[in-house]
């Protein structure tokens, strides 16, 4: 986030950077990275069938094959990941794609919850964190 000091006779305003400003980016990527990872192994569980995914009721309205949550979980991993390599190294698609990509995962954790409730919601306090992270820093 920058601001600027007042402007002196003839000359433009200094933009003035925040300290706290470069930390929420390298918080938010660093994060997005630990997210990115998570998923990714998560979904490498789901997909080598591990029995630590509970199995839900027929009824449940997004039933899905556990193989095929583990891909989803498993490309948002690497999604995330990329997106937070971009945010670390200042890309200006990051930030954007960074709360695009962290609300994707927020839904399909939510969508996730009946399998495995308590990584759900890890992974959504995770995401929430990411996306206040970028929305509060400014890159100009």
Known sequence: MSTTE???AGRAPAPISLP??????????????VVGVYHALGGIAAIIQDPLYVTTPENYTYTVDI????????????LIAVTGGGVLS????GRFGG???A???????FLF???YPVW????IALCVAVIWALAVYDTA
């Open 90 to 93: 200042g890309r200006g698609w």
């Open 120 to 123: 759900s919601l890890v992974m």
């Open 103 to 109: 609300a994707l995962s927020m839904i399909a954790n």
């Open 67 to 78: 193989t095929t949550w583990g891909w989803i979980h498993l490309v948002l991993g690497v």
């Open 113 to 115: 919850l009946p399998y």
């Open 20 to 33: 706290w400003a470069t930390g929420f980016a390298l918080f938010a990527g660093v994060m997005m990275l």
């Open 6 to 8: 007042p402007q002196a």
């Open 99 to 101: 709360i695009t990509i």
